[in-house]
């Protein structure tokens, strides 16, 4: 199963490395309405157009945008003190591949967390040479692990002895699957099945902004935390000028909405009263929007890279030993 869990990572190991980071007017007071807004259209998303409709988690990263970001360029190379990053970086160069030369990455789970499809894009990632080389260098000790075969008169990799599957559907295009997912995945290929915006996350999808970078739609556990009318959230960001955030906390009722305002707003307030004898800039906690819009929750935070400096170096000089002069 180690060989499996890797495999099906290895896209997200490829791109999401420790991205440390960790408008400008004051929040004003916020006019509360019961009145939900009009319902969103279905989200249509070339990014959602394999997944079946029973996806609780579904997230899509533009690389490209990502790695030109001035955030990534500040801490992309945090990577080389990832062992196993920096073994895949190494048999990505073997096999005439960089980093850079990834596109987008696209994921679903499903509620179970136990089923998941991984969508990689980028130079040359769906060739059968590269395939080939590539489970040459990660997984030469553990050939059956990283198994390329034709199956109905196509190319496909079977990981794991088939716990998993991957699916070259274009040269720069490579699709992992959960085996429990795999007949799914083909039929959404084919075209037939359901979307999940016509599944349980429809309504969360309805409110993504994808235009953002990096964006993501989840359903969430009933009873999460303190909230018993979570449903789901949806949101946001991009690294484009600093970290922008943005989240919609979907609610049962407006009611429900109005009562988690309140609770994030008395925790926002907390943690400002307890940082502001610190050396760390709180503008961006003042600028902080959290708004009901019917039963869902929007939140808003940006920060400057200015601020994220700042920030980083107010806790570096927390972290260093007291001077014992």
């Known amino acids: 199963m180690r060989a499996t869990h890797h495999a099906l990572a290895l896209a997200l190991a490829l791109a999401l490395a420790p991205v440390a980071c960790n408008r400008d007017k004051p929040a004003q007071p916020i006019k509360v309405t019961d009145a939900p807004p009009p319902a969103p259209p279905p989200l249509d998303h070339p990014a959602l157009a394999i997944y079946p409709a029973d996806a609780a988690l579904i997230a899509h990263i533009d690389l490209s945008r990502l790695f030109a970001s001035p955030l990534w360029q500040r801490n992309g190379a945090l990577m080389a003190d990832d062992p196993e990053a920096q073994r895949t970086l190494q048999g990505l160069a073997a096999c005439g591949l960089a980093l850079t030369d990834l596109y987008a990455l696209d994921l679903a789970v499903d509620g179970a967390g136990s089923r998941v499809i991984v969508d990689l894009r980028g130079r040359g990632v769906g060739l059968a040479a590269t395939l080939t080389c590539l489970g040459g260098q990660l997984f030469a000790d553990r050939p059956q692990a990283w198994r390329l075969e034709e199956h109905r008169g196509a190319p496909r990799l079977v990981l794991d002895g088939g716990a998993a599957y991957a699916h070259p559907v274009a040269d720069d295009r490579l699709i992992f699957a959960a085996a429990a997912w795999d007949a799914p995945l083909l039929e959404r290929l084919a075209g037939r099945g359901a979307a999940p915006p016509q ?37 946001a960001f991009d690294l484009d000028d600093g970290l922008a955030l943005e989240i919609d906390l979907v609610t049962a009722t407006p009611i429900d909405a109005q009562e988690l305002q309140r609770a994030l707003q008395t925790r926002l307030a907390a943690l400002r009263a307890r940082l502001s004898g610190a050396a760390i800039p709180l503008a961006a906690l003042d600028r902080a929007l959290i708004e009901p819009r019917g039963a869902a929750l929007h939140l808003r935070l940006h920060l400057t890279m200015d601020e994220i400096n700042a920030l980083r170096a107010a806790l570096a000089e927390a972290a260093l030993p007291p001077d014992p002069t």
């Open 199 to 235: 599944g349980p996350l429809g309504l969360a999808l309805s409110a993504l902004d994808t235009a953002r970078p990096v964006w993501f739609a989840g359903r969430l556990p009933p009873g999460l935390g303190d909230s018993p009318g979570l449903q789901s959230v949806a949101g």
